[in-house]
């Protein structure tokens, strides 16, 4: 086991005082803010944790874990002049009886209504709540509690100056650095003055002061930007040097109120100067400094004991993050950093600060929607099995064992749980069947999951099996079942002790049980339902021919039970996981080598597993949920996976609600063109569409002034307006969402959001996600803008096409949206000379869900970029196009404005040139040889209406399609051949991982 402690810690804390319950630690979302919207986020709530909190703390014993962190949340406890700290309360409480010690966060990013941050009262009225809230969850049996002040001052500090991310604040002003570090200052000495009510009130009180660490460089082509790229990562100490009075003095910061200093640690820490390109941890990019090396250099300069307090990844890349997470303090240990512990944040999934429908699936349990639309937590067990595997390799103090075993004798003995699906019920299997498993449950902890039909009795009881419970095939559809049974299962598992689980299908309609469980050994009983009525199913074939293939082990009815166990254990040693390499009705992936570990403990055999990434395949892969990219995967069918890296699809064409008022991230119509439009658009919306003649508005320099008599827009000198025959629509409800929308229940292909592609590889036609995914496909269709395309590409491009990309200029554009009572003008849109703010303003009639009549939204467009600078930002720009619009007569004084935000769209449009034809083309003839289109008005360079992204999407598809027919009637390739000209490739990547 790993000695934890080090030569020298913090003079003001002692060996036994840096030490904690346990080395992992469980993390609680809670921030308490208002979001960009201005929408309240309150992470305790949205999470269940509130109301699900001595659940939630079960959950973390039955996982070893027996140290938490927990936010008070100021905004959240102080409302209207009154502090609430019930709440806090019951969660102390709550952690009490369960034996768990809180790391308390008193200040989660969001404040009470009434304070201001750059009010020189702002630290008093903190630390009056501080001084509250620490007598508040105070526990009298542990007389070093730790606190947090303040969360992340350099973080918030940032968020409010330099980004939109924190309502009502919009950074990115000339003069943001400046305000951000006299925000710091301010933050810190709240935090300093907290530090020392918590202290009145708890005089052993621990302090804990947390920051993200980063690392930063300088683009490849600016080596000479290298000391700015470590001027700004220099940033990220300024914080803690004042709270330890390393710096400004005058705040009062000392090294006595720096007990801990805490590291948020993600993926995204690593990244370029000013284009913020993250440096890839599963891509093993060179440029990224090791963890140990970044810690260990925090721990030199302050000299007091680290917590890695936040750090996980989200998707099928937890388990490998938190694999590699653990290798690399253990390096920081081994080279005299002390580390005190690793907290996995969050413990449980949470919802995203701006889309709370989405969860970002980066907790040991995920939230999911069951088919009757009912939300449950799912463990992830491939991440359960990685902590116990690091909890093992770190001889935690926390880890649960049973019947007084030792870690020791749990790794040594190779305890495994085994889940069997049965094809028929328990008392209907022969004797010889249910004495095997009998004997079996003997060696392996045992859950059997038996169909029960309907109107049947409950499941089948059995001293030394657990019994769960699946439909008959003849009452539901099998898929429908298994998620519930498999929850039922994992739920089993977290409470076990097995960190290595096998399963035993005797029916291959199970198959799907493997994607969710990932399990090391694969059990096919393959003649247990060659006879049952459910091979008529179309599926079962499919999956039996893949589970003969995928199965480390094959049973028939006369093995015996020490037989079936030497296999087993000898598949184990073998160090396969052969559910990692396992697809829905696919046969395991031949692409990727198989690992064998020489030194076998939990840790090397979870790495063989995760190394081992799951991979997807497709014959059309396209990248962007745009309306091109909808399009395309419509048309294409089955066979084709859709990839947005949003969580929802649409793209510049997707559509939000503000108080009744929808606007669309880039103001968009409807065009009809043909009888192929009509009907995709009859598809699409039905009757949700209104039609009308365009009316256009021309202003110079002179103002536009409404007509009361018509709400027509009257013309004034060298002002112009008319109307034109070109028939154009838009939807009554839902904005432009609505077409998006109509897309979705006709998809026949896969649909992956909140899915980012960020490499991929032309030669092999592989695509990489940032959860640590691949993809295999055979077309490729790409819908992001050109020069974005080629950057995925990498190195793999030619000098010459990587110089054409980065001779095509873009526009970004700023949307200030402003939803008014008033009488909406008859007029589409408006366009305006140089004496005006914006260059255009759109009018949407219908914009609002209530259809009121007096309601107005109006959509100010302001394209920029670096050659034409936005004139301000944030309320002032806000402001100025409000005034602009009273000014010109868009709309009078009298109409009151309801809402107002702003959404801006990178990369919005194209710089249309003569040159820019030649650079696409030079493009478009290397992508040509290696399958891979591209469409879109930002992917053709080409300035794109809605009905040119239909239809060339559909085009693109069929194009497509029309290949990989005439592949397909070429002769055979040697795939064996192909699969070996792949396997160094990923075999290199293998090594720089490790």
């Known amino acids: 086991m790993h000695a934890l402690s080090v030569p020298s810690i913090h003079p003001n804390v002692s060996a036994n005082d840096a030490a904690l319950a346990s080395f992992f630690i469980a993390g609680f979302e809670g921030a308490d803010h208002r979001n960009s919207q201005g929408q309240p986020v309150d992470m305790v709530d949205a999470t269940g944790h509130a109301a699900n909190v001595v659940r939630d703390y079960a959950r973390m014993r039955a996982i070893g874990i027996r140290v938490i962190r927990e936010s008070v949340g100021w905004w959240r406890s102080e409302r209207d002049g009154r502090i609430d700290l019930d709440g806090a309360k019951r969660r102390a409480e709550a952690a009490h009886r369960a034996g768990l010690s809180i790391i308390w966060t008193l200040w989660h990013y969001g404040w009470p209504d009434d304070v201001s941050l750059f009010d020189d009262a702002l630290a008093e009225r903190f630390a009056d709540f501080a001084r509250k809230a620490a007598a508040a969850v105070s526990d009298p049996s542990d007389p070093r509690p730790l606190f947090s002040p303040v969360n992340e001052i350099s973080f918030l500090a940032w968020a409010i100056t330099e980004s939109a991310l924190i309502h009502p604040f919009r950074g990115g002003g000339p003069d943001s650095q400046a305000n951000g570090y006299a925000l710091k200052m301010r933050l810190v000495r709240a935090a300093l003055a907290g530090c020392v009510a918590i202290r009145d009130v708890i005089p052993g009180a621990r302090l804990l002061h947390v920051d993200p660490i980063v690392h930063i460089v300088a683009p490849p082509d600016r080596p000479d930007r290298a000391e700015d790229a470590a001027r700004l990562r220099a940033y990220q100490f300024q914080a803690w040097d004042m709270l330890s009075g390393r710096t400004e003095p005058q705040l009062g910061g000392a090294p006595s109120y720096v007990d801990f200093v805490g590291v948020n640690y993600y993926h995204a820490n690593q990244f370029e100067l000013d284009s913020e390109q993250r440096l890839h941890w599963h891509l093993a990019d060179a440029r990224r400094a090791p963890l140990r090396r970044l810690l260990r250099e925090v721990y030199e300069r302050y000299q007091c004991p680290l917590l890695l307090a936040e750090t996980?990844?989200?998707?099928?890349?937890?388990?490998?993050?938190?694999?590699?997470?653990?290798?690399?303090?253990?390096?920081?240990?081994?080279?005299?950093?002390?580390?005190?512990?690793?907290?996995?944040?969050?413990?449980?999934?949470?919802?995203?600060?701006?889309?709370?429908?989405?969860?970002?699936?980066?907790?040991?349990?995920?939230?999911?929607?069951?088919?009757?639309?009912?939300?449950?937590?799912?463990?992830?067990?491939?991440?359960?099995?990685?902590?116990?595997?690091?909890?093992?390799?770190?001889?935690?103090?926390?880890?649960?064992?049973?019947?007084?075993?030792?870690?020791?004798?749990?790794?040594?003995?190779?305890?495994?749980?085994?889940?069997?699906?049965?094809?028929?019920?328990?008392?209907?299997?022969?004797?010889?069947?249910?004495?095997?498993?009998?004997?079996?449950?003997?060696?392996?902890?045992?859950?059997?999951?038996?169909?029960?039909?309907?109107?049947?009795?409950?499941p089948t009881q059995c001293d030394g099996i657990r019994f769960g419970t699946l439909p008959a095939a003849e009452d539901t559809d099998v898929d429908e079942a298994l998620p519930d049974a498999v929850d039922a299962a994992l739920e089993a598992i977290a409470s076990s002790n097995a960190y290595r689980v096998g399963v035993w299908l005797q029916t291959p309609l199970a198959l799907p049980m493997i994607e969710h469980i990932v399990p090391d050994v694969v059990v096919y009983e393959s003649d247990a339902q060659l006879t049952t009525t459910t091979r008529a199913d179309p599926r079962f074939l499919q999956r039996h021919r893949a589970l003969l293939t995928i199965a480390d082990v094959q049973v028939t009815a006369g093995d015996r039970a020490n037989d079936v166990v030497q296999r087993v254990d000898a598949v184990r040693d073998r160090g396969m996981c052969a559910g990692a390499r396992a697809m829905l009705g696919v046969a395991f992936d031949d692409d990727l080598p198989r690992f064998r570990a020489s030194k076998r403990t939990p840790a090397t055999r979870m790495r063989a597993a995760t190394r081992r990434r799951q991979t997807l395949r497709c014959d059309c892969l396209i990248i962007g949920a745009g309306a091109t990219g909808l399009a395309a995967a419509h048309a294409f069918g089955e066979g084709s996976l859709l990839v947005e890296r949003d969580v929802t699809a649409g793209g510049s064409r997707r559509s939000t609600d503000d108080l009744g008022y929808v606007f669309d991230a880039t103001p968009t119509i409807i065009d009809r063109r043909g009888s192929e439009l009509d009907a995709l658009y009859q598809m699409l919306l039905g009757d949700n569409v209104a039609w009308h003649a365009k009316r256009i508005a021309f202003h110079g320099n002179r103002s536009a002034h409404r007509d009361a008599d018509d709400g027509g827009f009257s013309v004034r000198n060298d002002a112009v307006a008319h109307a034109t025959p070109e028939s154009i629509g838009y939807p009554i409800h839902g904005g432009m969402q609505a077409l998006i929308d109509g897309f979705l229940p006709l998809m026949r292909g896969e649909y992956l959001r909140h899915a980012n592609v960020v490499r991929i590889e032309p030669a092999h036609h592989v695509a990489w996600l940032d959860d640590g995914r691949s993809i295999r496909y055979r077309r490729l269709i790409a819908t992001v803008s050109l020069p974005s395309l080629v950057s995925l590409l990498g190195d793999h491009v030619p000098a010459n096409v990587a110089a054409a990309a980065a001779r095509l200029q873009t526009v970004s554009l700023r949307c200030v949206n402003i939803g008014v009572r008033a009488s909406p003008p008859r007029v589409d849109w408006i366009a305006f000379g140089d004496d005006a703010p914006f260059d255009r303003v759109v009018m949407l009639r219908n914009c609002t869900t209530s259809r009121d009549r007096e309601c107005v939204g109006i959509v100010c467009e302001l394209p920029h970029s670096s050659a034409r600078p936005l004139p301000t930002n944030g309320s002032a720009l806000i402001n100025a196009c409000v005034d602009a619009c009273i000014e010109r007569g868009v709309f009078d004084r009298g109409g009151s404005v309801v809402v107002a935000h702003e959404i801006e769209t990178p990369v919005a449009a194209v710089i249309d040139s003569h040159p820019a034809h030649a650079n696409v083309g030079a493009i478009e003839a290397w992508l040509m040889q290696h399958d891979i289109a591209f469409g879109g008005s930002r992917g053709r360079w080409e300035p794109g209406r809605t009905f040119d992204a239909l239809i060339e999407g559909s085009a693109l598809a069929r194009a497509a399609r029309a290949a990989l027919n005439e592949h397909a009637a070429r002769p055979a390739l040697n795939e064996h051949a192909a699969r070996q000209a792949f396997v160094p490739d990923i075999r290199a990547k293998d090594r720089l991982a490790r």
């Open 312 to 458: 996980s990844h989200f998707g099928v890349g937890r388990s490998r993050w938190l694999l590699e997470t653990a290798t690399e303090v253990r390096g920081a240990l081994d080279e005299g950093a002390h580390v005190a512990g690793i907290c996995l944040y969050p413990i449980t999934d949470r919802p995203d600060w701006e889309n709370p429908s989405h969860w970002h699936h980066s907790g040991m349990w995920d939230r999911t929607r069951t088919r009757d639309g009912v939300e449950r937590d799912r463990l992830n067990l491939p991440y359960l099995r990685a902590l116990r595997s690091v909890q093992a390799d770190f001889g935690d103090a926390g880890v649960w064992t049973s019947a007084g075993g030792n870690v020791d004798d749990l790794l040594r003995n190779r305890v495994t749980a085994m889940i069997v699906v049965l094809a028929t019920r328990w008392r209907s299997l022969p004797d010889s069947q249910r004495e095997r498993f009998l004997a079996l449950a003997r060696r392996w902890s045992m859950i059997v999951i038996e169909p029960i039909p309907g109107g049947e009795a409950t």
